[in-house]
């Protein structure tokens, strides 16, 4: 009996000797290298790369105190309301770039958050007695407003002025606001021209080791809210007839997208490019404009050729991008700074299986198989995003795209696998963790096609405008232009063909066929309206889009008006297309009034 008792015991010890040792023994040592953690140096406290160092010092290189524009950015935008953050958090990034005798008065105020302007319009503030829990309740104040001027109603106004040129007289208050900030304006234009742009992370600052997944993009966001008030100066400019200052604040904008998209990672590429967008569409008006001369004309084509064509969205995904999903996978799996993360941390719960979550974790990982995949996959994205001929590049992207789309779909282990085996686990981590961080290359890539497709539209019209300024005409063939203004007219990188060109009676239409590449007919209607304006060109010609009664909101953040503007949905029984279109002249609008007590 004491034999068999022992012939069962025995295995039954080892086996739960092996089920503790899997789920209590040693994690699995971890070897730095090229295919591993891609990077030897530095190292954080716990021995691994300290990836956020390592593109910190990447960023300080060269840049001091007098040539670099955060110092001034930061002067004219002081601790604006992001993240909550503090003065102390501010401090630290001035202290970090050399930033000295701030003058807090000085600080820019968005106009949005400008109370003088809705005093100067006439608004007048409810008096609506506390709610249930002990502030005012926002739906009685809307049944009690005394006046019909509301904040809606001028925050819309305001909106109109950042779109077409306006003067002083028309809205007293925005002017006002101008003559406030100008000196905190002045402050951008200048760290626009300046050649670098180093402004790290205050999060980055405050915490000796921090995720690079949970980094503030401060620069970024902060930078977005200093375009719009650019934009809405630069269109006061051009409706007072100082068209050259009016250049200057729009191509401040440019300068200041190109310096957010120097950085590493593609949120940051994303921005920079929205930036600039907003800013060719200010510079339809400052060509549309009768006082343009051809001296500045002139001017403008030659800034715009000084602007980089592309913001190297291939190198943030072999940089940043990859160093972020090498840090996270060494918190899940390994536990780096004495805690290891949860995939629920990373705000990724919802695509990962429920028996992943409850049991992976609890058990030992080796990181080694997600580090060496997510390498594997970082070196053939990026390679493929370096690929310049599009249509090569595109077919690689779309290869790569399905690849993806079977990362971690495959058959889920059983839970007693899980448990019982280590290599299971790390297994499966590692193709969960790759599949979760894998960026979106297609659309990614899109976006940054975009953007060259629209500075080379814009450099052609700034040298049609250059033209019409010197003979009184447009040209009937864009080949016109070069070399005497241009040095070569550009092909449509989505066409491979020269962009459409057309004269009408009262200017000319000239566009691209866009990322679906089918020429629409010169339709630029791309799912939603992106101005408060509501015109498109559609089939060619400028038409007002009506809006309906309850916009939806906007998905697509376009950096001008912030992840809370609503922009008005375009009516489903308009023409499809996503043609990049440039119309002379542009519509005349009529200006709206604020409501009549």
Same mark, same amino acid.
């Not at 593609?266 to 921005?271: G, N, Q, R, T």
């Not at 566009?511 to 630029?524: F, H, L, P």
């Not at 279109?581 to 009529?590: A, D």
């Given at each position: 009996m004491k034999r068999k008792l022992?012939?069962?015991?025995?295995?039954?010890? +080892?086996?739960?000797?092996?089920?503790?040792?899997?789920?209590?023994?040693?994690?699995?040592?971890? $070897?730095?290298? $090229?295919?591993?953690?891609?990077?030897?140096?530095?190292?954080?406290?716990?021995?691994?790369?300290?990836?956020?160092?390592?593109?910190?010092?990447?960023?300080?290189?060269?840049v001091t105190p007098e040539n670099n524009g955060a110092v001034p950015f930061w002067r004219a935008m002081g601790p604006q309301d992001y993240n909550n953050m503090e003065q102390s958090m501010f401090q630290l990034a001035c202290d970090e770039i050399g930033l000295e005798n701030l003058d807090t008065g000085a600080f820019l105020v968005p106009a949005y958050t400008d109370?003088?302007?809705?005093?100067?319009?006439?608004?007048?503030?409810?008096?609506?007695?506390?709610?249930?829990?002990?502030?005012?309740?926002?739906?009685?104040?809307?049944?009690?407003?005394?006046?019909?001027? !509301?904040?809606?109603?001028?925050?819309?106004?305001i909106e109109y002025a950042k779109e077409r040129p306006w003067t002083a007289e028309q809205y007293p208050p925005l002017a006002s606001w101008v003559k406030r900030n100008n000196q905190a304006l002045d402050l951008l234009v200048e760290a626009g021209k300046r050649p670098e742009f180093y402004s790290?992370?205050?999060?980055?600052?405050?915490?000796?080791?921090?995720? @690079?997944?949970?980094?503030?993009? !401060?620069?970024?966001?902060?930078?977005?809210?200093?375009?719009?008030?650019?934009?809405?100066?630069?269109?006061?400019?051009?409706?007072?007839?100082?068209?050259?200052?009016?250049?200057?604040?729009?191509?401040a904008i440019m300068q200041l997208g190109?310096?957010?998209?120097?950085?590493?990672?593609?949120? &940051?590429? +994303?921005?920079?490019?929205?930036?600039?967008?907003?800013?060719?569409?200010? =510079?339809?008006?400052?060509?549309n404009s009768e006082q343009l001369t051809e001296q500045l004309a002139r001017k403008i084509l030659s800034d715009l050729q000084s602007l980089p064509m592309r913001v190297d969205m291939a190198g943030a995904i072999d940089r940043g991008e990859r160093f972020?999903?090498?840090?996270?996978a060494l918190r899940v799996t390994c536990g780096r700074f004495g805690e290891r993360v949860s995939i629920n941390s990373l705000s990724f719960s919802s695509r990962v299986p429920s028996q992943l979550e409850r049991l992976a974790w609890k058990g030992p990982i080796d990181a080694t198989p997600s580090l060496k995949l997510g390498n594997r996959w970082y070196n053939r994205l990026a390679n493929a995003a370096r690929i310049t001929d599009r249509k090569n590049r595109q077919a690689k992207l779309k290869?790569?795209?399905?690849?993806?789309?079977?990362?971690?779909?495959? $058959?889920?282990?059983?839970?007693?696998?899980?448990?019982?085996?280590?290599?299971?686990?790390?297994?499966?981590?590692?193709? $969960?963790l790759v599949s979760l961080f894998l960026p979106a290359l297609p659309s990614l890539m899109v976006a940054e096609d975009r953007l060259q497709a629209n500075l080379e539209l814009h450099r052609i019209a700034t040298a049609l405008a250059v033209y019409h300024l010197e003979q009184g005409s447009y040209p009937k063939k864009l080949e016109t232009l070069a070399p005497t203004i241009m040095g070569?007219? #550009?092909?449509?990188?989505?066409?491979?063909? #020269?962009?459409?060109?057309?004269?009408?009676?009262?200017?000319?239409?000239?566009?691209?066929?866009?990322?679906?590449?089918?020429?629409?007919?010169? !339709?630029?209607?791309?799912?939603?309206?992106?101005?408060?304006?509501?015109?498109?060109?559609?089939?060619?010609?400028?038409?007002?889009? #009506?809006k309906v009664e309850s916009p939806e909101r906007n998905s697509y953040s376009d950096g001008a008006y912030g992840e809370d503007y609503e922009a008005p949905s375009v009516?489903?029984? @308009?023409?499809?297309?996503?043609? =990049?279109?440039?119309?002379? #002249? =542009?519509?005349?609008?009529?200006?709206?009034?604020?409501?009549? &007590?």
């Open positions: 022992l012939y069962i015991g025995i295995p039954l010890a +080892l086996l739960l000797g092996w089920f503790l040792y899997q789920q209590f023994g040693p994690t699995p040592t971890l $070897k730095l290298g $090229k295919s591993t953690t891609y990077i030897t140096e530095p190292l954080a406290e716990d021995g691994l790369p300290d990836y956020a160092a390592v593109i910190f010092a990447k960023q300080r290189e060269g109370d003088q302007i809705y005093t100067d319009f006439g608004y007048v503030a409810p008096e609506v007695p506390d709610g249930e829990y002990g502030y005012a309740d926002d739906m009685a104040a809307s049944d009690k407003q005394p006046s019909a001027i !509301t904040k809606d109603s001028i925050q819309a106004l790290p992370s205050p999060s980055f600052l405050n915490e000796p080791n921090p995720a @690079l997944l949970s980094l503030w993009l !401060t620069s970024s966001q902060v930078g977005r809210s200093a375009s719009r008030e650019l934009n809405l100066r630069g269109m006061l400019h051009l409706g007072e007839g100082r068209v050259e200052l009016a250049w200057q604040d729009f191509f190109n310096h957010i998209a120097r950085g590493d990672t593609c949120v &940051e590429k +994303l921005i920079g490019i929205a930036m600039r967008d907003v800013a060719m569409s200010c =510079l339809d008006d400052v060509l972020m999903f090498l840090d996270s290869e790569l795209d399905n690849e993806m789309q079977s990362l971690g779909n495959g $058959k889920e282990p059983s839970l007693f696998s899980i448990f019982a085996s280590e290599s299971v686990r790390s297994q499966q981590t590692s193709e $969960k070569s007219v #550009p092909n449509d990188l989505f066409a491979n063909q #020269p962009y459409r060109y057309d004269l009408r009676d009262d200017g000319y239409l000239l566009y691209s066929i866009g990322k679906n590449e089918i020429d629409d007919n010169a !339709t630029d209607n791309d799912g939603i309206v992106r101005n408060s304006l509501s015109w498109r060109v559609i089939n060619g010609e400028w038409t007002q889009v #009506p009516e489903s029984d @308009l023409p499809e297309g996503d043609d =990049l279109v440039i119309r002379m #002249p =542009l519509p005349k609008v009529e200006w709206p009034t604020l409501p009549q &007590e």
